[in-house]
């Protein structure tokens, strides 16, 4: 049976964390999609700290925009997050002045990515970030991404079957 969570909240609220042991009360060999470019050092040993946590029963999958391309049928799949892959779609189709149809344009791509993706028979754990909650920004880059992960935020929740919010590490069902 297929099943859709969305955990969202803030950074550092506990959504990874919380997903993998949701994962784990599901499945004793989980997979996790990790959709994370590796921008620089620091991000890199962030992403270290994350695969040292999750012991060998992982699947690892590294996937910067192209889910669909892996078959996970059957099983529990934490997928970490949509944040990093609408980046991933986000500097894809940058126009000049970072006009709006190159936001569009990689919303069309994301949610059609997603659709092919959640087609399969599987549990799906999305991650997600709640970056539009803390003000608007005075750049018109970092307001065009806000936008692009809002929308796709949205449209992931209107799809999931259950919404959980994580606040300083408390889980808050949203939806389901």
Known sequence: ????ILITGGQRSGKSQYA???????????????T??????????????????RGPQ??????????????????VA????????CTNYFFDRQKPDWEQPSVDEALNAIKEEFDKFT??????????????SGGVSPDVIQRRFTDLEGWMNQYVASKADEVILMVSGIPVKIKG
């Open 119 to 132: 087609n399969q028979e599987a549990t799906f754990i999305f991650v997600t970030n709640e970056i539009g």
């Open 58 to 75: 992982w699947t690892n999958i590294e996937e910067e925009k192209e889910l669909s391309r892996h078959d996970i049928t059957g099983r």
């Open 36 to 53: 994370a470019h590796i921008w620089d050092e620091e991000f890199k040993l962030r992403v270290q700290k994350h695969q040292e946590r």
């Open 1 to 4: 049976m297929k099943k859709i």
């Open 78 to 85: 934490v997928i970490d997050c949509i944040t990093l892959w």
């Open 20 to 34: 993998e042991k949701l994962a784990l009360g599901f499945s004793d060999h989980p997979v996790y999609v990790a």
